[in-house]
Nanobody, 119 residues
Framework: VQLQASGGGLVQPGGSLRLSCAAS????????MGWYRQAPGKQRELVASITRGGSTNYADSVKGRFTISGDNAKNTVYLQMNTLKPEDTAVYYCNANLRERELPYRAYWGQGTQVTVSS
């Protein structure tokens, strides 16, 4: 199983970016997918997550600015980030809790994509 993330980059404060993450491989089922981020010198933190049924969860710091959505048919999750702030600067990691073939459910991680918010 692989998680391929894309969409990071450099944006000015107040700007927008859209991250995508596609899971591929021998996937039996996905419980939920989400995005974490890690800024230099800080711990990795949950940004947003979405269940297969569409229930969402957001960190307080991004509520009202970020929107997570998913495409179950494509095993893909998106993160629309609006009104970006310098403090959103971090490496963003895609995460999925899924079952590969007959194996137990566990967490899988993407490679990380850099988001830099700066003027």
């Amino acid at each position: 199983v692989q998680l391929q993330a894309s969409g990071g980059g450099l944006v000015q404060p107040g700007g927008s970016l859209r991250l995508s993450c596609a899971a591929s491989g021998s996937i039996f089922n996905i419980n939920f997918m989400g995005w974490y981020r890690q800024a230099p010198g800080k711990q990795r933190e949950l940004v947003a997550s979405i269940t297969r049924g569409g229930s969402t969860n957001y960190a307080d710091s991004v509520k009202g600015r970020f929107t997570i959505s998913g495409d179950n048919a494509k095993n893909t999750v998106y993160l629309q980030m609006n009104t970006l702030k310098p403090e959103d600067t971090a490496v963003y990691y895609c995460n999925a809790n899924l079952r590969e073939r007959e194996l137990p459910y566990r967490a899988y991680w993407g490679q990380g994509t850099q988001v830099t918010v700066s003027s």
